[in-house]
């Protein structure tokens, strides 16, 4: 996996082999501040995920102690609250369960791309991080354009079958919220709320590391009034 957006060191380690369920909540204001709320749950993978934190090391590389991944989602939580224009970040976890629950208010979507670059790129030591990777989210005051960051599909193609299955159980589901109505929008599978202020796509982390673009989506406001 070359880059997905998912916060945490047990996300990323634990990503190809689990029953992963991710919500990726964004609410944009009028202004463009805003705040994510992002939800990553493992729990109907638990027991596998306790016999491989058990284990020295896997496909050859060293499994991290469940300290040592506590100590990192600490970190990233530290360091998310010291970027400029985030405030109110909060981190529910429940390690026995393996539930994970961001939460942050941001000043504008460019200011939470570039936090969110600066805080992965210094905890994972990548000097090579694209900007692009993470240019996820655009907003012009009338429309917002999602997408997922670029995720590479060669580690898919070494899956075996068993991964496999379990990330077609998982599910991935995007929301934008918004506070006034939408117009329209581009991605055909995705869903209006009754009240016209939220849009959502929901997919599998299978089908997405085959196709990143199910996520995409194009999402036109209604003029602000006067």
Partial sequence: MKRIFCFGVLT???L????????????????????????VNLSSSKVKIGSILALDSLDGKKVPS???????????KTKLALQ???SN???????????????CDFASVTTLQKA???????????????EKEYD?????????????????????KTLKQEEIDLLKQGTYTSISRFERFVDKFDNPEAKLSQNKL?????TNPYLLTQNPNLLENTIYLTGVKN
């Fill in 12 to 14: 990323l380690c634990l």
């Fill in 116 to 130: 969110l670059k600066s805080v992965i790129e210094d905890i994972s030591k990548d000097k090579t991080i694209s």
């Fill in 89 to 103: 970040v909060t981190l529910e976890t429940k390690w026995e369960e393996y539930i994970f629950k961001l939460q």
């Fill in 136 to 156: 996820w989210l655009s907003w012009d005051g009338q429309k917002l354009v999602r997408s997922v960051p670029e995720i590479s599909l060669q580690k898919s």
């Fill in 66 to 76: 469940l300290d040592e991944i506590k100590e990192k989602v600490a970190e990233f």
């Fill in 198 to 202: 939220n849009v959502m796509v929901k």
């Fill in 84 to 86: 400029p224009g985030i």
């Fill in 16 to 39: 190809l082999s689990s029953c992963i369920e991710i919500v990726d909540d964004v609410t944009v204001r009028n202004d463009g501040s805003g705040t994510l709320k992002y939800t």
